[in-house]
Nanobody
Framework: QVQLVESGGGLVQPGGSLRLSCATS????????MGWYRQTPGNLRELVAL???????TYADSVKGRFTISRDNAKNTVYLQMSRLSPEDTAVYYC???????????WGQGSQVTVSS
């Protein structure tokens, strides 16, 4: 059974920081590209950041220089460090695992991030 369990969301003031974590089980973590997407009401889910097993990370233009994605293959966990947060970053953030050898894609349950004073 594949599980992606997110944690670390919450309420933060503008300019603050948060770190999201996504712990996985049931997959061979090292062959999956891991990513974070976010979604606001009425909008499509958008890519925030992506980290392949051994390649170059990708970021949305809106978060470049503020967010950092990283992975710990020993812990089967991916992280999203978010800094200099603004109200425009308010969204539900989803962790995703995309196999590099099949079409399997898995999603976490979502974690609410609210940036407000």
């Amino acid at each position: 059974q594949v599980q992606l369990v997110e944690s670390g969301g919450g309420l933060v003031q503008p300019g603050g920081s948060l770190r999201l974590s996504c712990a996985t089980s049931g997959i061979i973590f090292s062959i999956y590209a891991m990513g974070w997407y976010r979604q606001t009401p009425g909008n499509l889910r958008e890519l925030v950041a992506l980290i392949p097993p051994g390649g170059t990370t990708t970021y949305a233009d809106s978060v470049k220089g503020r967010f950092t994605i990283s992975r710990d293959n020993a812990k089967n966990t991916v992280y999203l460090q978010m800094s200099r947060l603004s109200p425009e970053d308010t969204a539900v953030y989803y962790c995703t695992a995309q196999s590099t050898v099949s079409r399997n894609v898995y999603w976490g349950q979502g974690s609410q991030v609210t940036v407000s004073s």
